[in-house]
């Protein structure tokens, strides 16, 4: 079948559909060579009715000849034909005689405007239609795979992968060739290569389509270097391999293949096969045969480990408990760095290498040996030296304690301390005088100086392995089984000691408070090094790190080898991994540290809080946010990119305003990716301003310094127009930068780090994280302050002790535990007055910070929010109009009969944010501006479940298990796996835990045997045990096997409290959640009576069905039907009108409704009617879908009642209409502006009909029905007879506006504007 | 010159490569030996040939934009650049020619295919640039040549459509 033929029936079957659907006016120029009389005999098959006009032009044949082959084909419909496109145009002026036009050309014609306003294929609707012509052919649909074949070029076809040209030279290669794998073969005709396996899986056609079409554009876009890259590999590869056949047959490909690049031709594509050239671009590593020698096994490069990959694969070792693994591998590592550092001593930075055995396996660790860091540790970590202080002028803490070398630097030798009458008092005298004086008070016993010694003795034996506990802790600590038992020992030593100098505190301070103080002192000070750094105004700054004898240094590792040990036999390997990763963060258990006034009375005296890590170390510092590291980055730019998504309309440039950023070059980097790409189409130019506060000053200076590659980027950027880059050099308060915002407000504001971290003891604020592996912590409700906060209450020996301790020399015994805490609260007035007002700064605000403030009180709405690295990150709005709106069209579309209006929308969303763990962003795709249906559907589903549940179960706290901490902890497995939501609520006087999963479709209910609701039954079951280990008395979970009861158990508590500190819970709420997270979690935990639902949302069925119960295992899973009916009861909430309140808020009021809805352009596109006699809400903006926002002023009444009931909703907008006038025979007609009536009209007349009166008419009747007019004019008469009318019109220039409100983008890109400049309009 | 056009980019920007090695292949670097001393003087200290070449279609108005990240890579002729290639096939002897003829010639003297003529979606796919669409790539690309003729004055749109390209700049 020749390709002419393929064209001629893909147009005739195009044509025949058009027709039939009423089209009487079809024209197509540039058509590809076509067989008229293919073309004629498939219109007669077709079918086409009478009266229809066919020009066929530049087909070789004319009119005459048209004529005979229809009369041959037994087309008789057609009464005129022509093989000139010019008399066709002319048949347009007489419709009467041609009252349909069908006119098609090969190339172009000139002088035929008119047929330009015809409709006419697109080459991609012919290489559709095509495609399911030949669906329809024998000779395309011999077997299954066939068809499945071409339904995925459909697919492929929509996405614009195929053009229509590729589509029929493939149709015409396949007819062609024979047998089943004819289109195998054909489809280098597609610009695809040849594959054979391309039905070896019918499953796998789609798949294996796209593959091909990835590695063609792969080999299209490489650049000719990078090929050359990819033949030295290969030939490297070569040279490397034993098995040589496989490596020449690569080369080969890859002569091909560049061929190819060079010339793509069918023929040189049908040289290569699919799975030739994958192995191109991920050839095989050589393998060593079997006959390799010893020799030839070194010359194969071994697998290569770093230090972190080293503390998986021996947290790995530790879960699987290979203890003869981990012994050797410790000795190992120990020999080989003590061999590097016996190497050379040059106080530079080297590697140190060692060989270790990963599962049998030999690999070869490769880490860097810092000379300089081991230097310092040796020379504070001696028998007689037990930490130190430095004073130096380097600002940088690392630099400071290389430099440690220097006369003013102090040791603390725990029996010199240089404090005393004579500087004779030592940490034995010290202890002894405790001993004695409490002995003599009779209040406990001697002992103290006895663990003293005890202490040191501990310690002395550690040190002979301090490079190993330094370097690798957990190896050490796992493979080394007498170290374990001697840390054991010091901790409990330690823990001991602590606890009775805490203990006695008070009595030995009555007696003698200077002896009791300085003794705290000194204990404190052991085994930290103190650096005071000299700043150039005269002040100092003070920073601490742990050495790695400091008992809670060695307590997380210690503590970490022997949890970890033989746990992996109940783990799956999603678990495994959570685990494993968990145990490489570095995490630091211990948020605060005093720095002592010790050694020499030269220390700080005050609490530090936690602020880094170096190398493993834990590393303290009085700075204002010392991080500086880029996490929280990868957000924002995820943030620009949805809000362009969202607001397709935005004004442009997007406004994106940057303050304090860090490593702000990267950053713009990453955003500039935005106008690249796909990514153009929304968002067409960027403008970024970057600001800075006085606290962040440097980072402002940063900003000005781009490296050579980002300076170049940028620069293309700006000199092309897309980029406007301003760096405001200025630092400025917050509240100042955020105030002028609004003068000119932007799309987005992203503001870091602007939380300072200082120590705090209870109260407001927001404690830096910990592993809940090694800290366990209390629920603790602050009345006063209506707050639920979790506080660290370590059982563990020394970490509480070492608290107390802090506490009693800080001399605030009593008053809470001190910690480290992130002032992030007064930023929730920053994010309110930005982007709530009237007058905003800004659409969206984006905060990442080390902490973020509590969302109970803020008003604006949470978009996102997630923790990213170091910092956490917040994204807020006002509301979720944009948001919304965007959704609405699925609802339309998946679910006509339910009719869910943007504020109901808006509310919902508003209600359940919170429990989307990912976020609500996820729901718009990036490069299209729309959303995700299957998504939506499914967010709908869960939320209106949530509100059914909140509505069963008053009172009820309801949290997400899909938050990023549950995920770590709650998981059994992939997060299909886990269900969506848990509930605490009291049923009976008894405390009931509820896992619910909610399964949504847009069709009926459906049953348990279904396989969604199976598996959803199946993953409430698995979550309900994993909760069930979380939960209840933890004592001797442990001891039981039950090793992650623990951390579950942590994670419970923060999900719960978080989920506490939402922004619907009032105070009385609060006050009854405290009162069961304590029963949960108290001193005497209760285990709740667990249940498991899973939800069933029918979105489109009315259909009723009752409960169901399933037994899993020992679990009971209820199944639950939501069908139409329930959802249009939970949309409406009839108690919160009854009631007229809702205790869900914390104001105790009305529940949380939705602020007026706000357009979803930029700020120039707000209007605000100024009529007083108006009374709807009301904004209007001139987005799509406004015209679903009417007011209640156009709702129906009376006898539209049951029109007003069938939508389900209260704004029904069917009653109301406009009238226009009168028929002949005086009939009035009417215009209902109605969502789903037609909200389009169309006024034509000649000059001085009345276009313009009817017009005012017009605007006069909306108003009076309470409707504001927005009237784009480019008539002054408009605008004076508006005026005359109307006393408040409000006029704005479209010059002011940075926009074009007539511009109207096409699928083309092109744009049309007819009045660019003169346009004004007018409210 | 279409801007999307990375079939065309991703192809061409080693032609001038092909073409130089094409013509040292056939050792015709010895019928012009200065040209020849001229590009191995070029290329010392540079890595290798084809960067060479690369950098040459560049310089020469043919490829741009010329930072290395931009991904929707084109070629655009520079005004001169298309005012030479006019007046090659457009000698004074004959002023003004259709666009079609001006588009045929454009294929018979230079290979240049721009996308305006019937056959041209069938002929690139021969030559193996599958991927162009007439109505999303080839229609627009033609547009565009008009539109850059047209504001260079070599071009007149008339009236009913027709498109006239001469050598002599005019402007309407």
Same mark, same amino acid.
């Given at each position: 079948?020749?390709?002419?033929?393929?064209?001629?029936?893909?147009?005739?079957?195009?044509?025949?559909?058009?027709?039939?659907?009423?089209?009487?006016?079809?024209?197509?120029?540039?058509?590809?060579?076509?067989?008229?009389?293919?073309?004629?005999?498939?219109?007669?098959?077709?079918?086409?009715?009478?009266?229809?006009?066919?020009?066929?032009?530049?087909?070789?044949?004319?009119?005459?000849?048209?004529?005979?082959?229809?009369?041959?084909?037994?087309?008789?419909?057609?009464?005129?034909?022509?093989?000139?496109?010019?008399?066709?145009?002319?048949?347009?002026?007489?419709?009467?005689?041609?009252?349909?036009?069908?006119?098609?050309?090969?190339?172009?014609?000139?002088?035929?405007?008119?047929?330009?306003?015809?409709?006419?294929?697109?080459?991609?609707?012919?290489?559709?239609?095509?495609?399911?012509?030949?669906?329809?052919?024998?000779?395309?649909?011999?077997?299954?795979?066939?068809?499945?074949?071409?339904?995925?070029?459909?697919?492929?076809?929509?996405?614009?992968?195929?053009?229509?040209?590729?589509?029929?030279?493939?149709?015409?290669?396949?007819?062609?060739? @024979?047998?089943?794998?004819?289109?195998?073969?054909?489809?280098?005709?597609?610009?695809?290569?040849?594959?054979?396996?391309?039905?070896?899986?019918?499953?796998?056609?789609?798949?294996?389509?796209?593959?091909?079409?990835?590695?063609?554009?792969?080999?299209?876009?490489?650049?000719?270097?990078?090929?050359?890259?990819?033949?030295?590999?290969?030939?490297?590869?070569?040279?490397?391999?034993?098995?040589?056949?496989?490596?020449?047959?690569?080369?080969?490909?890859?002569?091909?293949?560049?061929?190819?690049?060079?010339?793509?031709?069918?023929?040189?594509?049908?040289?290569?096969?699919?799975?030739?050239?994958?192995?191109?671009?991920?050839?095989?590593?050589?393998?060593?045969?079997?006959?390799?020698?010893?020799?030839?096994?070194?010359?194969?490069?071994?697998?290569?480990?770093?230090?972190?990959?080293?503390?998986?694969?021996?947290?790995?070792?530790?879960?699987?408990?290979?203890?003869?693994?981990?012994?050797?591998?410790?000795?190992?590592?120990?020999?080989?760095?003590?061999?590097?550092?016996?190497?050379?001593?040059?106080?530079?930075?080297?590697?140190?290498?060692?060989?270790?055995?990963?599962?049998?396996?030999?690999?070869?660790?490769?880490?860097?040996?810092?000379?300089?860091?081991?230097?310092?540790?040796?020379?504070?970590?001696?028998?007689?030296?037990?930490?130190?202080?430095?004073?130096?002028?380097?600002?940088?803490?690392?630099?400071?304690?290389?430099?440690?070398?220097?006369?003013?630097?102090?040791?603390?030798?725990?029996?010199?301390?240089?404090?005393?009458?004579?500087?004779?008092?030592?940490?034995?005298?010290?202890?002894?005088?405790?001993?004695?004086?409490?002995? !003599?008070?009779?209040?406990?016993?001697?002992?103290?100086?006895?663990?003293?010694?005890?202490?040191?003795?501990?310690?002395?034996?550690?040190?002979?392995?301090?490079?190993?506990?330094?370097?690798?802790?957990?190896?050490?600590?796992?493979?080394?089984?007498?170290?374990?038992?001697?840390?054991?020992?010091?901790?409990?030593?330690?823990?001991?000691?602590?606890?009775?100098?805490?203990?006695?505190?008070?009595?030995?301070?009555?007696?003698?408070?200077?002896?009791?103080?300085?003794?705290?002192?000194?204990?404190?000070?052991?085994?930290?090094?103190?650096?005071?750094?000299?700043?150039?105004?005269?002040?100092?700054?003070?920073? +601490?790190?742990?050495?790695?004898?400091?008992?809670?240094?060695?307590?997380?590792?210690?503590?970490?080898?022997?949890?970890?040990?033989?746990?992996?036999?109940?783990?799956?390997?999603?678990?495994?991994?959570?685990?494993?990763?968990?145990?490489?963060?570095?995490?630091?258990?211990?948020?605060?540290?005093?720095?002592?006034?010790?050694?020499?009375?030269?220390?700080?005296?005050?609490?530090?809080?936690?602020?880094?890590?170096?190398?493993?170390?834990?590393?303290?510092?009085?700075?204002?946010?010392?991080?500086?590291?880029?996490?929280?980055?990868?957000?924002?730019?995820?943030?620009?990119?949805?809000?362009?998504? !969202?607001?397709?309309?935005?004004?442009?440039?997007?406004?994106?305003?940057?303050?304090?950023?860090?490593?702000?070059?990267?950053?713009?980097?990453?955003?500039?990716?935005?106008?690249?790409?796909?990514?153009?189409?929304?968002?067409?130019?960027?403008?970024?301003?970057?600001?800075?506060?006085?606290?962040?000053?440097?980072?402002?200076?940063?900003?000005?310094?781009?490296?050579?590659?980002?300076?170049?980027?940028?620069?293309?950027?700006?000199?092309?127009?897309?980029?406007?880059?301003?760096?405001?050099?200025?630092?400025?308060?917050?509240?100042?930068?955020?105030?002028?915002?609004?003068?000119?407000?932007?799309?987005?504001?992203?503001?870091?780090?602007?939380?300072?971290?200082?120590?705090?003891?209870?109260?407001?604020?927001?404690?830096?994280?910990?592993?809940?592996?090694?800290?366990?912590?209390?629920?603790?409700?602050?009345?006063?302050?209506?707050?639920?906060?979790?506080?660290?209450?370590?059982?563990?020996?020394?970490?509480?002790?070492?608290?107390?301790?802090?506490?009693?020399?800080?001399?605030?015994?009593?008053?809470?535990?001190?910690?480290?805490?992130?002032?992030?609260?007064?930023?929730?007035?920053?994010?309110?007055?930005?982007?709530?007002?009237?007058?905003?700064?800004?659409?969206?605000?984006?905060?990442?910070?080390?902490?973020?403030?509590?969302?109970?009180?803020?008003?604006? #709405?949470?978009?996102?929010?997630?923790?990213?690295?170091?910092?956490?990150?917040?994204?807020?709005?006002?509301?979720?109009?944009?948001?919304?709106?965007?959704?609405?069209?699925?609802?339309?579309?998946?679910?006509?009969?339910?009719?869910?209006?943007?504020?109901?929308?808006?509310?919902?969303?508003?209600?359940?944010?919170?429990?989307?763990?990912?976020?609500?962003?996820?729901?718009?795709?990036?490069?299209?501006?729309?959303?995700?249906?299957?998504?939506?559907?499914?967010?709908?589903?869960?939320?209106?479940?949530?509100?059914?549940?909140?509505?069963?179960?008053?009172?009820?706290?309801?949290?997400?298990?899909?938050?990023?901490?549950?995920?770590?902890?709650?998981?059994?497995?992939?997060?299909?796996?886990?269900?969506?939501?848990?509930?605490?609520?009291?049923?009976?006087?008894?405390?009931?835990?509820?896992?619910?999963?909610?399964? /949504?479709?847009?069709?009926?209910?459906?049953?348990?045997?279904?396989?969604?609701?199976?598996?959803?039954?199946?993953?409430?079951?698995?979550?309900?045990?994993?909760?069930?280990?979380?939960?209840?008395?933890?004592?001797?979970?442990?001891?039981?096997?039950?090793?992650?009861?623990?951390?579950?158990?942590?994670?419970?508590?923060?999900?719960?409290?978080?989920?506490?500190?939402?922004?619907?819970?009032?105070?009385?709420?609060?006050?009854?959640?405290?009162?069961?997270?304590?029963?949960?979690?108290?001193?005497?935990?209760?285990?709740?009576?667990?249940?498991?639902?899973?939800?069933?949302?029918?979105?489109?069925?009315?259909?009723?069905?009752?409960?169901?119960?399933?037994?899993?295992?020992?679990?009971?899973?209820?199944?639950?039907?939501?069908?139409?009916?329930?959802?249009?009861?939970?949309?409406?909430?009839?108690?919160?009108?009854?009631?007229?309140?809702?205790?869900?808020?914390?104001?105790?009021?009305?529940?949380?409704?939705?602020? +007026?809805?706000?357009?979803?352009?930029?700020?120039?596109?707000?209007?605000?009617?100024?009529?007083?006699?108006?009374?709807?809400? /009301?904004?209007? @903006?001139?987005?799509?879908?406004?015209?679903?926002?009417?007011?209640?002023?156009?709702?129906?009444?009376?006898?539209?009642?049951?029109?007003?009931?069938?939508?389900?909703?209260?704004?029904?907008?069917?009653?109301?209409?406009?009238?226009?006038?009168?028929?002949?025979?005086?009939?009035?007609?009417?215009?209902?502006?109605?969502?789903?009536?037609?909200?389009?009209?169309?006024?034509?007349?000649?000059?001085?009909?009345?276009?313009?009166?009817?017009?005012?008419?017009?605007?006069? #009747?909306?108003?009076?029905?309470?409707?504001?007019?927005?009237?784009?004019?480019?008539?002054?008469?408009?605008?004076?007879?508006?005026?005359?009318?109307?006393?408040?019109?409000?006029?704005?220039?479209?010059?002011?506006?940075?926009?074009?409100?007539?511009?109207?983008?096409?699928?083309?890109?092109?744009?049309?504007?007819?009045?660019?400049?003169?346009?004004?309009?007018?409210? | 010159?279409?801007?999307?056009?990375?079939?065309?980019?991703?192809?061409?920007?080693?032609?001038?490569?092909?073409?130089?090695?094409?013509?040292?292949?056939?050792?015709?670097?010895?019928?012009?030996?200065?040209?020849?001393?001229?590009?191995?003087?070029?290329?010392?200290?540079?890595?290798?040939?084809?960067?060479?070449?690369?950098?040459?279609?560049?310089?020469?108005?043919?490829?741009?934009?010329?930072?290395?990240?931009?991904?929707?890579?084109?070629?655009?002729?520079?005004?001169?650049?298309?005012?030479?290639?006019?007046?090659?096939?457009?000698?004074?002897?004959?002023?003004?020619?259709?666009?079609?003829?001006?588009?045929?010639?454009?294929?018979?003297?230079?290979?240049?295919?721009?996308?305006?003529?019937?056959?041209?979606?069938?002929?690139?796919?021969?030559?193996?640039?599958?991927?162009?669409?007439?109505?999303?790539?080839?229609?627009?690309?033609?547009?565009?040549?008009?539109?850059?003729?047209?504001?260079?004055?070599?071009?007149?749109?008339?009236?009913?459509?027709?498109?006239?390209?001469?050598?002599?700049?005019?402007?309407?």
């Amino acid at each position: 079948m020749k390709r002419s033929q393929l064209t001629s029936e893909a147009l005739a079957a195009w044509t025949c559909k058009a027709l039939a659907e009423g089209e009487v006016s079809l024209a197509r120029q540039e058509l590809p060579d076509l067989d008229p009389r293919s073309f004629i005999r498939a219109l007669a098959s077709g079918g086409v009715p009478k009266g229809v006009s066919l020009a066929l032009v530049g087909f070789d044949e004319d009119a005459r000849e048209l004529e005979r082959l229809a009369r041959r084909a037994g087309l008789s419909g057609i009464s005129h034909f022509a093989a000139n496109l010019h008399e066709a145009a002319a048949w347009q002026n007489d419709r009467q005689r041609h009252p349909v036009i069908v006119a098609y050309a090969r190339g172009t014609v000139t002088g035929v405007n008119t047929l330009r306003h015809f409709d006419g294929p697109s080459s991609c609707d012919l290489a559709l239609t095509l495609l399911g012509w030949a669906l329809k052919q024998p000779t395309f649909t011999g077997t299954e795979a066939h068809k499945r074949l071409l339904e995925q070029l459909g697919v492929l076809v929509q996405n614009d992968e195929f053009s229509f040209e590729q589509v029929r030279a493939f149709l015409e290669a396949w007819s062609e060739g @024979s047998g089943n794998g004819a289109p195998r073969d054909a489809l280098p005709a597609l610009g695809l290569l040849r594959d054979p396996n391309l039905f070896a899986e019918a499953c796998l056609i789609s798949d294996r389509l796209e593959q091909n079409v990835a590695l063609m554009a792969t080999l299209r876009d490489r650049s000719a270097s990078h090929m050359s890259g990819l033949e030295k590999r290969i030939h490297q590869s070569l040279a490397k391999a034993k098995n040589k056949a496989d490596f020449r047959a690569l080369v080969k490909t890859f002569e091909k293949l560049q061929n190819i690049r060079r010339s793509p031709t069918p023929d040189a594509l049908g040289e290569v096969t699919l799975d030739e050239a994958l192995k191109v671009f991920a050839p095989p590593r050589p393998e060593p045969d079997n006959t390799t020698t010893a020799d030839d096994q070194q010359e194969d490069e071994p697998t290569t480990l770093n230090e972190k990959r080293l503390q998986r694969t021996c947290a790995d070792a530790l879960l699987d408990n290979r203890n003869e693994e981990l012994e050797s591998n410790a000795e190992a590592l120990s020999q080989s760095l003590r061999a590097a550092l016996d190497d050379g001593d040059d106080g530079g930075h080297d590697e140190w290498v060692c060989e270790v055995q990963i599962k049998g396996d030999e690999q070869t660790l490769k880490a860097s040996l810092d000379r300089g860091f081991v230097a310092w540790v040796r020379h504070f970590c001696k028998v007689e030296a037990w930490g130190g202080l430095i004073e130096t002028s380097l600002p940088d803490l690392k630099h400071a304690l290389d430099d440690f070398d220097r006369p003013e630097t102090l040791t603390l030798n725990p029996e010199r301390l240089g404090v005393g009458q004579k500087g004779e008092l030592s940490v034995s005298t010290l202890l002894a005088g405790w001993d004695d004086d409490l002995k !003599a008070q009779g209040k406990g016993k001697r002992g103290r100086v006895a663990l003293w010694q005890r202490f040191k003795e501990l310690r002395s034996q550690l040190l002979d392995s301090l490079e190993e506990l330094t370097h690798f802790p957990l190896e050490w600590f796992a493979g080394k089984s007498n170290v374990r038992s001697v840390v054991e020992n010091y901790l409990k030593t330690c823990g001991q000691l602590f606890g009775l100098v805490a203990k006695h505190y008070g009595a030995m301070a009555q007696s003698d408070p200077n002896w009791a103080k300085t003794t705290l002192e000194a204990l404190l000070a052991l085994d930290v090094v103190q650096v005071r750094t000299a700043l150039p105004d005269g002040r100092r700054s003070s920073k +601490a790190v742990l050495l790695p004898t400091h008992p809670l240094h060695l307590w997380r590792y210690w503590r970490l080898s022997k949890l970890l040990r033989g746990l992996g036999k109940e783990l799956n390997p999603a678990d495994r991994k959570a685990v494993i990763e968990e145990a490489g963060v570095p995490i630091q258990f211990l948020s605060v540290i005093y720095a002592s006034p010790l050694p020499g009375k030269k220390g700080a005296a005050q609490v530090l809080p936690v602020a880094n890590d170096l190398y493993s170390l834990a590393t303290f510092e009085n700075l204002r946010n010392a991080y500086n590291g880029p996490d929280g980055q990868s957000a924002l730019v995820y943030s620009v990119e949805r809000f362009a998504a !969202a607001h397709r309309l935005h004004v442009s440039p997007l406004r994106l305003v940057l303050v304090n950023p860090p490593q702000a070059g990267a950053l713009l980097l990453e955003l500039l990716k935005l106008l690249d790409g796909r990514k153009k189409r929304l968002v067409e130019k960027l403008r970024v301003e970057v600001r800075g506060t006085q606290a962040q000053e440097a980072r402002l200076k940063e900003a000005l310094l781009f490296d050579t590659r980002e300076r170049e980027i940028i620069e293309e950027k700006v000199s092309s127009g897309r980029l406007e880059l301003v760096v405001n050099r200025e630092a400025k308060p917050l509240d100042e930068i955020l105030a002028e915002l609004k003068e000119r407000p932007a799309h987005l504001v992203a503001v870091f780090d602007e939380a300072p971290v200082s120590v705090r003891r209870g109260g407001a604020g927001q404690r830096l994280p910990m592993s809940p592996f090694c800290v366990r912590r209390k629920v603790a409700f602050h009345r006063r302050w209506n707050e639920l906060r979790l506080e660290p209450v370590a059982g563990d020996p020394p970490f509480f002790e070492f608290i107390e301790l802090i506490k009693h020399v800080e001399g605030n015994e009593g008053e809470g535990t001190p910690y480290a805490w992130a002032e992030a609260e007064a930023l929730r007035e920053s994010v309110d007055s930005v982007v709530s007002p009237e007058n905003f700064g800004s659409q969206w605000f984006f905060l990442a910070d080390r902490a973020l403030p509590e969302e109970g009180a803020m008003k604006a #709405q949470r978009l996102l929010r997630r923790r990213e690295g170091q910092r956490q990150v917040l994204l807020a709005a006002r509301d979720y109009g944009a948001l919304a709106r965007l959704m609405k069209p699925v609802f339309e579309e998946d679910t006509p009969n339910l009719l869910m209006p943007v504020a109901q929308l808006n509310e919902l969303l508003g209600e359940g944010a919170h429990l989307i763990g990912a976020g609500l962003l996820d729901l718009v795709k990036s490069q299209e501006g729309r959303v995700v249906p299957v998504k939506v559907i499914g967010l709908i589903g869960t939320l209106l479940a949530a509100r059914d549940f909140i509505q069963r179960h008053p009172g009820a706290l309801l949290v997400s298990t899909d938050s990023q901490l549950a995920r770590t902890w709650l998981r059994l497995g992939t997060q299909g796996e886990r269900c969506d939501l848990l509930g605490v609520y009291e049923s009976g006087g008894k405390l009931v835990g509820e896992c619910v999963e909610i399964k /949504t479709t847009k069709g009926a209910p459906r049953p348990l045997t279904d396989s969604d609701i199976s598996n959803a039954c199946k993953q409430v079951a698995a979550t309900l045990a994993a909760v069930r280990e979380g939960l209840g008395d933890m004592t001797n979970a442990e001891e039981a096997g039950q090793f992650l009861a623990a951390p579950r158990n942590e994670m419970l508590k923060e999900v719960l409290v978080q989920g506490c500190m939402g922004r619907f819970a009032s105070d009385a709420e609060r006050s009854c959640w405290a009162g069961w997270l304590t029963q949960l979690f108290g001193p005497t935990p209760e285990m709740p009576d667990l249940r498991g639902t899973v939800v069933d949302v029918a979105l489109g069925s009315a259909e009723g069905k009752p409960e169901e119960n399933i037994t899993i295992g020992e679990m009971t899973v209820c199944l639950r039907h939501l069908n139409e009916v329930d959802v249009e009861r939970l949309l409406q909430r009839p108690e919160d009108v009854e009631n007229g309140g809702d205790t869900r808020n914390e104001n105790g009021g009305d529940p949380p409704r939705p602020t +007026a809805p706000q357009p979803s352009g930029g700020p120039a596109l707000q209007f605000v009617p100024s009529q007083p006699d108006v009374e709807a809400p /009301t904004c209007v @903006s001139v987005s799509e879908g406004s015209s679903d926002r009417l007011p209640s002023g156009m709702s129906g009444s009376g006898s539209d009642s049951a029109e007003v009931a069938s939508t389900g909703g209260t704004q029904s907008t069917a009653a109301w209409s406009v009238t226009l006038g009168h028929t002949k025979d005086g009939q009035p007609v009417a215009w209902p502006p109605t969502i789903r009536g037609n909200p389009h009209l169309m006024i034509v007349g000649l000059s001085g009909m009345g276009k313009t009166t009817c017009l005012i008419n017009l605007c006069r #009747q909306l108003h009076a029905g309470g409707v504001a007019p927005i009237v784009f004019s480019y008539h002054d008469d408009i605008d004076e007879r508006l005026s005359e009318l109307f006393s408040n019109v409000a006029r704005h220039d479209c010059r002011d506006l940075g926009f074009n409100p007539m511009r109207i983008v096409g699928s083309s890109g092109k744009f049309w504007s007819g009045v660019r400049i003169s346009l004004g309009f007018a409210v | 010159m279409r801007a999307q056009s990375r079939w065309s980019y991703a192809r061409l920007r080693e032609a001038p490569v092909g073409s130089f090695q094409s013509f040292a292949n056939e050792g015709r670097f010895e019928e012009c030996e200065d040209a020849w001393n001229y590009v191995k003087a070029k290329l010392e200290g540079r890595p290798n040939f084809e960067e060479f070449y690369g950098t040459v279609a560049l310089r020469s108005g043919l490829a741009q934009p010329r930072a290395s990240r931009v991904p929707a890579k084109h070629f655009e002729p520079q005004p001169d650049t298309l005012r030479v290639l006019v007046w090659s096939v457009l000698p004074h002897s004959d002023p003004m020619i259709p666009l079609s003829e001006f588009l045929d010639r454009l294929q018979s003297t230079w290979g240049l295919i721009i996308g305006g003529r019937p056959d041209d979606a069938r002929l690139l796919r021969d030559l193996g640039y599958a991927g162009l669409d007439q109505d999303h790539d080839l229609t627009p690309n033609t547009a565009a040549l008009v539109s850059l003729l047209t504001e260079l004055g070599l071009a007149t749109r008339f009236s009913d459509g027709l498109v006239m390209c001469h050598s002599e700049p005019r402007f309407t």
